[in-house]
């Protein structure tokens, strides 16, 4: 079991920047890929970034804005958010998969709550 709790979210103006941040606990989540995702209304969830180990991805439309890191204790992950725009309005979740193939294809085994982040024009 693994357990997710994001936090870090909130309103913000464009061009600012933000950091959210993933604690993961349980005794196999060192295990796992953990990444990030985000919803709005109406849509499906899409991949944003992931890691594990060294391998780092990203989704086109957030590369060079986005940093995915680990923090000094291994359970906390961080997606640092630079030039937000107000399309990156959504509820952002962390989550946690067995490989970097199955987070990619959103075949996630656990997801935290979500946090909103709101990006005003």
């Known amino acids: 079991q693994v357990r997710l709790v994001e936090s870090g979210g909130g309103l913000v103006q464009a061009g600012d920047s933000l950091r959210l941040s993933c604690a993961a606990s349980g005794p196999t989540f060192s295990s796992y890929t953990i990444g990030w995702f985000r919803q709005t209304p109406g849509k499906e969830r899409e991949f944003v970034a992931a890691?594990?180990?060294?391998?780092?991805y990203y989704a086109d439309f957030v590369k060079g804005r986005f940093t995915i890191s680990r923090g000094d204790a291994i359970n906390w992950v961080y997606l640092q958010m630079r030039s937000l725009k107000p399309e990156d309005t959504a509820v952002y979740y962390c989550?946690?998969?067995?490989?970097?193939?199955?987070?990619?294809?959103?075949?996630?085994?656990?997801w935290g709550q979500g946090t909103q982040v709101t990006v005003s024009s």
């Open positions: 890691m594990n180990g060294g391998l780092i």
């Open positions: 989550a946690a998969a067995i490989t970097m193939a199955t987070m990619k294809s959103a075949n996630i085994d656990y």
